[in-house]
């Protein structure tokens, strides 16, 4: 199971982290690629970031640096800090996980196994 949180209204410039738990008895989370997808009204999800099962990151160009992704193996968690945050933004984030997956840039565009319920993001003008 993969909960996110951290969603939220905030001011265009402004700032949000997300945060993307897991849970299950046989999740073994260090052994998982993790994703975090964004999907906004009228348009198809996109992938912002993923970290791959080694710690690799890759971002989405069109983010120009704005966001940060991270892992915390000891807390089967991932995050995503977002700065310098736009209208063109908003959206519902969600958090998705591949058992193994590639380490490269292709682990943006892989089969996912697990996807959370996802968390909104709003960015007002």
């Known amino acids: 199971q993969l909960v996110e949180s951290g969603g939220g209204f905030v001011q265009a410039g402004g700032s949000l982290r997300l945060s993307c738990e897991a849970s299950?008895?046989?999740?073994?989370?260090?052994?998982?690629?993790m994703g975090w997808f964004r999907q906004a009204r009228g348009k198809e999800r996109e992938c912002v970031a993923v970290?791959?099962?080694?710690?690799?990151?890759h971002y989405s160009d069109s983010l120009e640096g704005r966001f940060t992704m991270s892992r915390d193996n000891d807390k089967n968690a991932v995050y995503v800090q977002m700065n310098g945050l736009k209208p063109d933004d908003t959206a519902v984030y969600y958090c998705?996980?591949?058992?193994?997956?590639?380490?490269?840039?292709?682990?943006?565009?892989?089969?996912?196994?697990?996807w959370g319920q996802g968390t909104q993001v709003t960015v007002s003008s």
């Open positions: 998705a996980a591949v058992y193994g997956g590639p380490v490269g840039r292709t682990l943006m565009t892989a089969e996912y196994d697990y």
């Open positions: 970290v791959s099962w080694t710690g690799r990151t």
């Open positions: 299950g008895e046989t999740f073994t989370f260090n052994r998982y690629g």
